[in-house]
């Protein structure tokens, strides 16, 4: 089994920033791609980045782009996103989700194994 773990959430000023982390564990955890995803009270869970297991080549959402950055540490099995100048509208629950196909894009149904997710909350 994989556990993923995310943390870094938090109350915040709208133009600040916050680095969520994802740290992932389990006897198979090995190398998978990873994205992040966000789900507003009422709203779908929607794709924000993803990363794959190298970390060369990253995938965002074109609503965070210039914003959102992806990252991962493969000796601490942590992945992080950089989250900066917050607005109101990017309050959520963030997740984030291990694919062992490789895949790292926008289809939540591509993913095996989900965080319980982080808060973010922006007042204005």
């Known amino acids: 089994q994989v556990q993923l773990v995310e943390s870094g959430g938090g109350l915040v000023q709208a133009g600040a920033s916050l680095r969520l982390s994802c740290v992932g564990s389990?006897?198979?955890?090995?190398?998978?791609?990873m994205g992040w995803f966000r789900q507003a009270p009422g709203k779908d869970r929607e794709f924000v980045a993803g990363?794959?297991?190298?970390?060369?080549?990253?995938y965002y959402a074109d609503s965070v782009k210039g914003r959102f950055t992806t990252s991962r540490d493969n000796t601490k099995n942590t992945v992080y996103l950089q989250i900066n100048n917050l607005k109101p509208e990017d309050t959520a629950v963030y997740f984030c989700?291990?694919?062992?196909?490789?895949?790292?894009?926008?289809?939540?149904?591509?993913?095996?194994?989900w965080g319980q997710g982080t808060q973010v909350t922006v007042s204005s």
């Open positions: 990363i794959d297991w190298s970390g060369r080549n990253t």
């Open positions: 389990g006897r198979t955890f090995g190398r998978p791609a």
């Open positions: 989700a291990a694919s062992t196909s490789g895949y790292s894009g926008s289809m939540r149904d591509q993913y095996d194994y």
